[in-house]
């Protein structure tokens, strides 16, 4: 069975930092971009960063540029996205989904939210 599982998201005070982890089970993702989206209620999903299969090609959104950091370890089968100097506009429900790496661009996954594959959600809320 192919799941994405996401973990790591909590309640965090506004300059904090959170650890996003993404595994996957039932699939490898050596032959997968990977990208994490967030979705705050009443807006459309968003995409976040993304990260190639190979080659560690990666996009950010102009708003988490500097402070979000994604990264994969293909022999834990787990992707990561490192936040620092949360906001409370960072405030979301965080997905990881996997992307079949010649279906597009690491840029066109995250802009035009395209996946094979999604996780179930973990809720990221900044907050004083």
């Known amino acids: 069975q192919v799941q994405l599982v996401e973990s790591g998201g909590g309640l965090v005070q506004p300059g904090g930092s959170l650890r996003l982890s993404c595994a996957a089970s039932g699939f490898t993702l050596d032959y997968y971009a990977i990208g994490w989206f967030r979705q705050a209620p009443g807006k459309e999903r968003e995409g976040v960063s993304c990260?190639?299969?190979?080659?560690?090609?990666?996009y950010y959104t102009d708003s988490v540029k500097g402070r979000f950091t994604i990264s994969r370890d293909n022999a834990e089968n787990t992707v990561y996205l490192q936040m620092n100097s949360l906001k409370p506009e960072d405030t979301a429900v965080y997905y990881c989904?996997?992307?079949?790496?010649?279906?597009?661009?690491?840029?066109?996954?995250?802009?035009?939210?395209?996946?094979?594959?999604w996780g179930q959600g973990t809720q990221v809320t900044v907050s004083s």
């Open positions: 990260i190639s299969s190979i080659a560690g090609r990666t």
């Open positions: 989904a996997a992307l079949r790496w010649f279906r597009a661009s690491v840029q066109a996954m995250c802009v035009m939210t395209l996946s094979d594959y």
